[in-house]
């Protein structure tokens, strides 16, 4: 298991769809980055000037958007994640 | 439903005329960037070093007035949106 | 009517007088931008890390000087303004 | 009368001699930017995080020394202005 | 021993299998730079503007992931460690 | 007199020797940049986000350094000050 | 004696052994920078935005690391030292 530190979050990424160009399956890099996910773990969140810690608003379970350029990739038992501050997240999908 | 995270706002852009140059439809990236939209979700606000929350002053259903290069396009539901900080908003349009 | 967010003002830029150079107007982007302006609108201030917020000390009529560089500039009801934080302005013309 | 916001000041810039240079008077752009002036206008002062209000030190009338960078050049009334914060100031001359 | 500063942790870096391609040992500036470590040391924290120091959340013995370019390398005892803010550890592996 | 504005002090640079290469007076520009001095003046102190006012450390007359690169120089009554932030100073000379 | 500035600390760095390639003893300035030294002065420590002042935890006589591009050298006594905040050291030795 992942425990995210402070105001970080863990994301799976969605499954997304192959992308082919006529017919013709496009290479990895040439895919759109992804932008939603699910939320897989939350830290305990930031912590204040005034020592109050903010508890973070969402929750393991959340669908989030975020910029595509969002957070930083880790591996964990062979799956890839995105582990970014939870202000990097843009909206909660509902 | 898109709920925004913090002090953000989600916006539905307006819809802009078609501009043609003599006749020519211009093709979309040669369109303006739009700045004026409807506010169509908002975050629960920005939270201080005094740990209090700051409400937002816009609310859902205002026009508003934004900066060209403010906020992250994000699609939902077959629609674009632009989501941006609340503090990038300029004016509201009453 | 423009309602100005957090700690901005709209300001009405002063007609500059057609500049000429030997009898010869010149183009709009050969003249001087300008320094000066009255305030139409004035946000509600911005609000501190103490959660009090900043009453403007600029009002509605004031003339007022700003850098040349500063603010943003914003379409209402055909007539063009300035967009900028108080802070943004250097002085009140009195 | 120009009255500064925040904590700016406005400098009435010192006369500096014409400089010449083995008997030929030197062209503006060619002379040191001056660091001296007189206060003419003090603003009310910076507003700390905790909402209280910095009282300025220098006061109308002090002569003071500043970075030639400093400051944003104003014309009010035929005459040439600084306007700069207080911080920007480096001494009084007393 | 080391005893880190502030709000700093010491990381004992994952030995990373040889890598080869085709059978051939990569030299050590062609691996990839390790992303997951043990904390070997933990520092008494970072002070905050009230005053207060905010204990870490790592321990100890503690499984951490890292950005790649976090921290600084150094030496002790012949063996080469990492020194990084706690704020700069991403995940703890449970 | 010159009265540092905040937390600033005035710094009478040491003379330094005239620095020889083989016999040959360097030009001034040729020569290390002075790096030790004498405080002649010091501000009121630097304001806090409290309000309060810090009283600096050094006093008139203390023997400090300061990396060579710090500071604002000034001239006043034919000699030449640097003025700088109490801050920049690295050490007393005791 | 040297009494350093707020939250610097004075550092001693240890002479390196005579580095050789071949025999061939190495210019001063192919050298490795040290990274570790003994503290031999502790400022007041840095004050807070709340005025207090935070007590440095290094002491006099404190093995420390520190990165090879921290601090500023300093001659004192036909010495040479580093100045640098207490935060850019990495670590004590003990």
């Known amino acids: 298991m992942l425990q995210p530190i402070g105001d970080r979050v863990i994301i799976e990424v969605e499954d997304q769809p192959e992308e ?13 980055k992804p932008t939603q996910g699910k939320v897989v773990a939350v830290g305990a969140g930031r ?16 669908n989030v958007m975020f910029d595509k350029y969002a957070g930083t990739k ?11 501050h ?7 999908v509902k």
Chains 1, 2, 3, 4, 5, 6, 7 share one sequence.
């Open 86 to 92: 939870e202000n990097d997240l843009l909206a909660i």
């Open 47 to 62: 912590v204040l000037d005034s020592g109050e810690r903010v508890a973070p608003v969402v929750q393991e379970g959340d």
């Open 20 to 32: 082919t160009v006529g017919g013709i399956v496009l290479a990895d890099n040439a895919k759109e």
């Open 74 to 84: 880790v591996n964990y038992a062979d799956q890839e994640y995105l582990v970014m």
